[in-house]
């Protein structure tokens, strides 16, 4: 679903930029992700956001939680992420 031009940012991470960028980015990282079943989502003609929070997994074990954003448009004819934003919950091994 990325745009060519899409904007993708993880915590401590440069930006990438661009489709290629962003997979090779989104392919580094470790476990699996799993979005939260319920999400706020908002849209008018052609541009939406969603947004909501996420769990990344190794096995059983949870890694990071934290809270995402991804801006969608409507570019000929379909719906594409434009930007994406996952940004991890700092938590404390106490």
């Given at each position: 679903y990325a745009a060519d031009d899409i904007r993708l940012y993880r915590e401590n991470k440069m930006p990438a930029i661009g489709k290629k960028e962003a997979l090779k980015l989104a392919s580094s990282e470790k476990g699996s992700v799993r979005l939260a079943k319920k999400s706020v989502s908002l849209g008018a003609?052609?541009?939406?956001?969603t947004t909501s929070t996420y769990t990344?997994?190794?096995g059983d074990?949870?890694?990071e939680k934290g809270n995402y954003l991804q801006?969608?448009?409507?570019?000929?004819g379909k719906w594409v992420i434009v930007l994406?934003?996952?940004k991890a919950i700092p938590h404390s091994d106490k």
């Open positions: 003609a052609n541009l939406a956001y990344r997994n190794e074990k949870v890694i801006i969608w448009k409507f570019k000929s994406d934003i996952f």
